[in-house]
């Protein structure tokens, strides 16, 4: 078994060749959101909310974490500005697209996102490949799969008729992130649920990094001459 040793966000790590990212980052407390990704289904990298950043700061690159095996000597950041900036775009094109989505909604509140620039689509598919991934390699059956490409591609069974394969097991729509209907129902008032907000991290503004990995983020680093210290309630700076 070789060992492939990076470092995550400043703290070095060791994880066995082969490792992706997203699993090297979660095998260390680290939570890297995402939306296509399902540890049971091959990896598909479709949503990219999972990005990281590898590389030294200025000569860095975002790659999708649940794709990108783990290399000798890597340096990543999960949760820099940078992809704090693009998760949010992402999440906000999510939210446009397919604002009747609770699982989308909820990405939405517990990054913090409140304002919503993109007319609503409510769009029945947001083409994450689940449902095709799902029934291939769990179900076995490959009944459905994506055709067209662009702005036409879509999923379907073969020429558009009812498969032969499908055993109507439902397993498509159990891991369907648009599936889950959000709590307001059809009726919403707004394309923005937020009923479940979290605050976001404020360490970011601060720090360009977040500094904080208490689950949920405390989003308490205020000021970089008095770092505030989350465990204990105080500043670095008071006395002990």
């Known amino acids: 078994m070789k060992l492939i040793s990076l470092n995550i966000n400043g703290l070095p790590v060791e994880v066995e060749e ?128 994506f055709v067209g490409r662009g702005p036409n591609r879509r999923i379907t069974t073969a020429f558009d008729e009812v498969s032969e394969v499908c055993r109507r097991c439902g397993g498509c729509m159990y891991i369907c992130p648009v599936c889950t209907s959000r709590c307001h129902g059809p009726d919403e008032e707004a394309t923005l649920c937020n009923a479940c907000l979290n605050f976001s991290p404020s360490c970011v503004a601060v720090y360009d990094d977040v500094q904080c990995w208490m689950p949920p983020e405390c989003g308490t680093c205020v000021r970089p001459e008095g770092d505030y210290l989350p465990a204990t309630g105080r500043l670095a700076t008071e006395e002990s």
């Open 18 to 145: 082969g490792t992706t990212l997203l699993e090297a980052a979660r095998a260390y407390g680290v939570n890297i959101p995402t939306l296509c990704h399902d540890d049971g289904l091959s990896s598909y990298g479709a949503c990219r909310l999972c990005v990281v950043e590898i590389g030294p700061p200025g000569k860095s690159k975002m790659v999708s974490s649940c794709t990108y095996r783990c290399e000798d000597g890597l340096e990543v950041r999960t949760h820099s500005a940078k992809i704090m900036k693009t998760r949010a775009m992402m999440l906000e094109l999510l939210v446009s697209s397919s604002p009747q989505s609770k699982t989308i909604q909820d990405l939405a509140s517990a990054h913090g996102m409140t304002k919503q620039r993109f007319r609503p689509e409510h769009e029945d598919c947001i083409l994450c490949g689940l449902c095709v991934r799902m029934c291939a390699e769990q179900m076995m059956s490959s009944a459905i799969g």
